[in-house]
């Protein structure tokens, strides 16, 4: 596969990806590309291979066949960490933080430094990392917890936490899983301000239920259904795809 | 909280009242049989500490210690065997200076492997390097396959049962079912007497101090804040950048070499080591004193090693039959109804106490301001 075939650079490259466990093609021969700050969104129905392509896209699933390429990088032969590393971030869809350390800590071991063992028992708490960490937290609206143990947050709380996780990474592509499941609606309010803001001069991949949500960010969405792409486009394109209307927004 | 200081405040008083006891109030009220006696049960500590470490802050739990504590104290006891084995003291052996039960064996030759071992420094090397070695080997082929959890615990126990074997099996080389008996001295240096023990028990101490050091600067640095991170959420951390294989072949091998010390301090204070330390129902005493400790309390760690095994001695000779059942019910108590162990019964029932103690008398010449200082951090 020449890489200097393609008309543009993307930053996100699927091609041909295709996942399949115990013969079920849950990611059946998928193709798609992400630009430089674009922030696509993923809909589908249940069962679609929504949460299956994050997964393959960030190494937690190896794929069948197919290639992921990032920056021209090939990722389905990294390891996760390695993918971390070259810059991609992942937000789980139930939220996944650490209880039994702060919010401070939380953050902290997110940092990008030290992230060797050795590299880590060296690690200092400098004032640049103090000042990152402060700078994360206050826009996830949680400067003031910065010493709560992260078990005492509130649900919409821990996702806030994870999503400053995955920031201080500073990630070129993003990985939002369901980021407003489950939250109050001023916190949804509040999310959907707090992703307007961290998606600058970043490429964002979201799936999402809330179709409010996906209208007020998506640049582009991509209809998932059955492992395949049933549709992609611009919002107004997708709605009034029949194909969609039938499969997913008609419901 | 912003960790500054080396030690906290509860923190600091667990280590000064463990130092006090260790080195003063202990060796001056027991005579040189019991603190022997102590000394022989602190070479677990190491072992606890190291699985504080280990399964404690690092989720892993390995029920294969007493390979490390037995690989440490082999490596002790064959440069001991050794010097004990002079020309002199085997002339009446077939093949006078090589280790009577070789001779026993009709080994003619010192075999290779215990060539090294006439050097001491090559024995204080190896007492690190090989059960370091050998974790890395396991902790690598285990953690890089993402083998954890019950899993790895068993494999752990296995390992733990085949090294016993090999050692009884392999008699000829390594003393059998007997071990390595009748170890004399350390550089011409008699570890028998009692003044001896009595310095050997200090050297152990010292040892052990500098182990809880060790143990918790990686617990303070971001390491330690990895490995409680890792035993949450592995994937979370695996997403950060992490590899989280590498962290814990790091805390296996740090554990490892804690036990290799604790077995090399068991051959000398001992003055022999067998295989009757290295399977399966030492190693998961072990566990039990990390248990009963409270894993995740390195201080703790010590204290499960000396209680358990002052009861353990007590018991055993009252009933021999009941201590191994008395032991397992003791280690699910203490799952069922206090994780955490003594350190967390302490730090729940104990601390509070004392705390609001010296609070309401602290508070009564200062009254209010006080008070409002430490309600505000509370939430």
Same mark, same amino acid.
């Given at each position: 596969? #020449? ?47 929504? /949460? ?33 590393? /070259? ?28 992230? /060797? ?24 609206? #949680?400067?003031?917890? #910065? ?76 209809? #998932? ?27 | ?98 280790? !009577? =039960? ?44 993402? &083998? ?98 590498? =962290? ?21 204070? +001992? ?20 248990? +009963? ?5 390195? =201080?703790?760690? +010590?204290?499960?090693?000396?209680? &358990?095994? @002052? ?13 191994? @059942? ?21 730090? !729940? ?24 200082? !430490? ?5």
């Amino acid at each position: 596969m #020449l890489i200097g075939h393609q008309p543009k650079p993307f930053l996100l490259a699927v091609e041909g990806l295709t996942v399949s466990f115990d013969g079920f093609k849950a990611v059946n021969n998928l193709s798609f590309y992400v630009e430089e700050n674009e922030i696509r969104v993923i809909i589908g129905p249940n069962g679609a291979g929504k /949460t299956t392509v994050l997964d393959l896209i960030c190494g937690k699933t190896k794929a069948t066949s197919g290639s992921i390429q990032f920056r021209g990088k090939e990722l389905t032969k990294l390891k996760e960490n390695q993918i971390v590393q /070259t810059g991609v971030g992942r937000k789980f869809q139930t939220p996944s933080v650490f209880e039994d350390l702060t919010v401070f800590e939380n953050l902290e071991i997110s940092y990008p430094r030290g992230r /060797t063992v050795f590299g880590s028992l060296a690690f200092q708490r400098d004032a640049a990392v103090k000042e990152r960490v402060e700078e994360v937290a206050e826009m996830i609206f #949680l400067k003031d917890r #910065l010493d709560t143990y992260a078990d005492q947050l509130s649900h919409g709380q821990k996702q806030w936490l994870e999503i400053g996780m995955l920031l201080i990474q500073d990630p070129e592509l993003l990985m939002l899983d369901e980021p407003v499941a489950g939250m109050s609606v001023s916190e949804r309010a509040k999310t959907a301000e707090l992703l307007n803001r961290i998606i600058k001069d970043r490429s964002v991949l979201v799936i999402e239920h809330d179709m409010k949500f996906v209208e007020d960010i998506a640049h582009k969405v991509t209809v #998932l259904h059955q492992g395949q792409i049933l549709s992609e486009g611009t919002m107004e394109k997708v709605k009034n795809d029949p194909k969609v209307i039938e499969v997913y927004l008609g419901h | 909280m912003i960790n500054s200081r080396f030690f906290n405040r509860s923190e600091l008083i667990g280590f000064i009242a463990l130092a006090a006891i260790l080195f003063v109030i202990l060796p001056l009220s027991l005579d040189v049989f019991r603190l022997n006696l102590v000394a022989k049960y602190l070479t677990y500590a190491f072992v606890a500490i190291g699985l504080v470490l280990c399964w404690g802050y690092g989720g892993i739990l390995s029920l294969g210690q007493g390979v490390f504590f037995g690989l440490g104290g082999y490596c002790m006891a064959m440069f001991l065997k050794l010097e004990a084995s002079s020309v002199e003291n085997t002339k009446i052996q077939s093949t006078p200076g090589i280790p !009577d =039960f070789m001779d026993w064996n009709q080994i003619t030759a010192l075999p290779l492997f215990w060539q090294p071992f006439h050097s001491l420094t090559f024995t204080i090397a190896a007492i690190i390097l090989v059960p370091s070695l050998f974790a890395l080997i396991i902790g690598t082929a285990m953690f890089k396959r993402r &083998v954890g959890g019950t899993y790895f615990a068993i494999i752990t126990q296995a390992v733990a049962a085949i090294l016993t074997i090999l050692i009884v099996g392999q008699q000829g080389y390594t003393g059998g079912i007997n071990g390595m008996t009748d170890l004399r001295t350390l550089k011409g240096w008699d570890i028998r007497p009692d003044h001896a023990k009595v310095i050997l028990y200090f050297v152990e101490v010292v040892l052990l101090f500098a182990c809880i050091g060790i143990a918790q600067f990686i617990r303070l640095t971001k390491l330690g804040r990895i490995l409680v991170a890792m035993r949450e959420q592995e994937d979370r951390v695996r997403f950060s950048g992490y590899s989280v294989a590498n =962290f814990k072949i790091f805390a296996f091998c740090m554990a490892a070499v804690f036990a290799a010390i604790g077995g090399a301090m068991f051959a000398l204070n +001992v003055g022999f080591m067998s295989p009757s330390f290295v399977g399966i129902v030492p190693s998961i005493e072990m566990v039990i004193y990390t248990a +009963v400790g409270g894993r995740m309390s390195i =201080f703790g760690a +010590v204290w499960g090693s000396l209680l &358990v095994n @002052f009861a353990k001695t007590g018991l055993s000779e009252s009933f021999p039959q009941l201590w191994l @059942f008395g032991l397992g019910a003791l280690f699910i108590a203490v799952v069922l109804a206090f994780p955490n162990g003594l350190s967390g019964i302490w730090a !729940d029932y104990v601390q509070p106490r004392i705390d609001r103690l010296l609070a309401s008398r602290k508070s009564k010449p200062k009254d209010g301001w006080n008070s409002v200082a !430490d309600g505000a951090p509370a939430e």
